[in-house]
């Protein structure tokens, strides 16, 4: 599980899911129980949490890859 797009798309799915659940439990589709409710809140936070840390990841990976561009163009330019 180590690519960043990996991460943002379980996390927003996990996310959606517990989301889901939650409305479900609104519109009485699904029971209406404290433990379900703690359940799909803590998935909801996971999904909110991978997915944050996947984006975090890409963008730490975007930011490396343009300095050592910039780095490499810095290099050039003076030979």
């Known amino acids: ?15 959606v899911v517990s989301w889901l ?3 479900a439990m ?3 589709i699904l029971p209406q129980h404290i433990e379900l409710y703690m359940g799909a ?7 909110f949490a991978i997915g944050m840390f996947g984006a975090g990841t ?3 990976e975007n ?3 343009h300095r050592q561009e910039n780095y490499d163009y810095d290099d050039n330019e003076y030979e």
Do not use: T
Not at 5 to 15: D, E, N, S, V, Y
Not at 41 to 47: A, D, N, T
């Open 63 to 65: 930011i490396r890859k």
């Open 26 to 28: 609104v519109l009485e």
């Open 1 to 15: 599980m180590r690519s960043p797009k990996r991460q943002m798309l379980i996390g927003g799915a996990l996310a």
């Open 58 to 60: 890409a963008i730490r």
């Open 41 to 47: 809140y803590i998935v909801s936070l996971v999904g």
């Open 21 to 23: 659940v939650i409305f």
